[in-house]
């Protein structure tokens, strides 16, 4: 089959290369059977900071929980919230 693909846009952002994919099929827009495997062994995702003010008692139960379990109290308390927000 041999089908005239369209055009991919120029995106602003990363949020609105996304909103475009999750409403749009890939196949439209790339011949896949050309495609080609990669690894991409240093690729991390988009991060943001942010401040979070917390009570001081239970940052103290946060550092003993991630002392206990040998890991930095922020990667414990960034595991806890990726837990607490799958969707099942």
């Not at 602003?12 to 749009?24: D, K, L, Q, Y």
């Amino acid at each position: 089959m041999n089908m005239k693909l369209k055009s991919i846009s120029k995106f602003r952002n990363e949020a609105e290369e996304r909103r475009f994919w999750e409403t749009h099929d890939s196949s439209n827009y790339v011949d896949w059977s050309k495609a080609e495997r990669v690894r991409l062994p240093n690729l991390k995702p988009s991060t943001t900071s942010i401040s979070l003010r917390l009570p001081v008692t239970l940052l103290e139960r946060i550092k003993v929980a991630a002392n206990k379990r040998d890991v930095p109290y922020q990667s414990l308390i960034k595991t806890w919230l990726a837990e607490k927000t799958e969707t099942r």
